[in-house]
């Protein structure tokens, strides 16, 4: 059974950092594309950061290139979202998701595998 676990969400002031992590089971990361999404309640699901499985290939949203930083662990089974110099505008709760042919295109639709989120609250 295909699950991912996503934890490492919290409160932290402007100008902080986490990283958050998704643990999956039931699948390779050598065959899935992984992504981290956001929501904000009233907006849609927008992808923030993909990696594609093939080849490792990266994709970060424009907001977030240059403080976000998607990584993977496969002995772990692991991917990772660090994410630097918070803003209020990343509040939202993050989720991972995974996807056998989605690639490296972050677009929410793409994907079918999805686990629970983790709020992110950047507040002073």
């Known amino acids: 059974q295909l699950q991912l676990g996503v934890s490492g969400g919290d409160l932290v002031q402007p100008g902080g950092s986490l990283r958050l992590s998704c643990v999956v089971s039931?699948?390779?990361?050598?065959?899935?594309?992984i992504g981290w999404f956001r929501h904000v309640p009233g907006k849609e699901r927008e992808g923030v950061s993909c990696?594609?499985?093939?080849?490792?290939?990266?994709f970060y949203d424009d907001s977030v290139k240059g403080r976000f930083t998607i990584s993977r662990d496969k002995t772990l089974n692991t991917v990772y979202l660090q994410m630097n110099n918070l803003n209020p505008e990343d509040t939202a709760v993050y989720y991972c998701?995974?996807?056998?042919?989605?690639?490296?295109?972050?677009?929410?639709?793409?994907?079918?595998?999805w686990g629970q989120g983790t709020q992110v609250t950047v507040s002073s």
């Open positions: 990696i594609d499985s093939d080849d490792g290939t990266t």
């Open positions: 039931g699948l390779s990361l050598d065959e899935y594309s």
């Open positions: 998701a995974a996807d056998l042919a989605a690639g490296a295109k972050c677009v929410v639709d793409l994907f079918d595998n």
